[in-house]
T-cell receptor, first 112, second 114 residues
Framework: QQQVKQSPQSLIVQKGGISIINCAYE??????FPWYQQFPGKGPALLIA?????SEKKEGRFTISFNKSAKQFSLHIMDSQPGDSATYFC???????????FGTGTSLTVIP | DTGVSQDPRHKITKRGQNVTFRCDPI?????LYWYRQTLGQGPEFLTY????????KSRLLSDRFSAERPKGSFSTLEIQRTEQGDSAMYLC????????????FGSGTRLTVV
């Protein structure tokens, strides 16, 4: 049973465009929602994370939007660049130091 | 400290053989995690340690899998009697016990069982 559902599976965006990746969860005990970026041959790297007490968090070109009532959260990448081409994973955990439940990933390609 | 280090990067083994992977976490981190990632999927939790104590194990960690973290420093993950279904990327991560700042993952060990 997939604890965190992620869509789309793949995404192609023009340079300068906005990339949007969505995730949904069922377990209301989750209280920490990070996004990870993974390049081929590398481990995932933490990009940005949010707690459910805020509806939005922005760091540079990356924004997480969080809808607690809908149990959904999304990653927005503004002004997408070819260097952003990677696989993105959403995740959720109960508290920050415990196991993460990852989504299935979104392969993002930014076309120059 | 250059991050989480995993060794080897790649391992090809014949079915039925035993393999062992090593992970060296960031020295200040007292938690260490093992995840498994198959092609096209997100990482799946296997187990984690706080210092030398193994605090949680996933049902994915069958009897053929064993992990240790002697002295609370590096960790090893051993797979006995490997099966083709064990082929995956094995990722190690470390963090502070509070999880503050999230995990730092290593680059993984890719296991291929032939």
């Amino acid at each position: 049973q997939q604890q965190v559902k992620q869509s789309p599976q793949s995404l192609i965006v023009q340079k300068g465009g906005i990339s949007i990746i969505n995730c949904a969860y069922e377990n209301t005990a989750f209280d920490y929602f990070p996004w990870y970026q993974q390049f081929p041959g590398k481990g995932p790297a933490l990009l940005i994370a949010i707690r459910p007490d805020v509806s939005e968090k922005k760091e540079g070109r990356f924004t997480i939007s969080f809808n607690k009532s809908a149990k959904q959260f999304s990653l927005h990448i503004m002004d997408s660049q070819p260097g952003d081409s990677a696989t993105y994973f959403c995740a959720a955990s109960i508290d920050t130091g415990n196991q993460f439940y990852f989504g299935t990933g979104t392969s993002l390609t930014v076309i120059p | 400290d250059t991050g989480v280090s995993q060794d080897p990067r790649h391992k090809i083994t014949k079915r039925g053989q035993n393999v062992t992977f090593r992970c060296d976490p960031i020295s200040e981190h007292n938690r260490l995690y093992w995840y498994r990632q198959t092609l096209g999927q997100g990482p799946e939790f296997l187990t984690y340690f706080q210092n030398e104590a193994q605090l949680e194990k996933s049902r994915l960690l069958s009897d053929r899998f064993s992990a240790e973290r002697p002295k609370g420093s590096f960790s090893t993950l051993e797979i006995q009697r490997t099966e083709q279904g064990d082929s995956a990327m094995y990722l190690c991560a470390s963090s502070f016990s509070t999880g503050q700042y999230g995990y730092t993952f290593g680059s993984g060990t890719r296991l291929t069982v032939v």
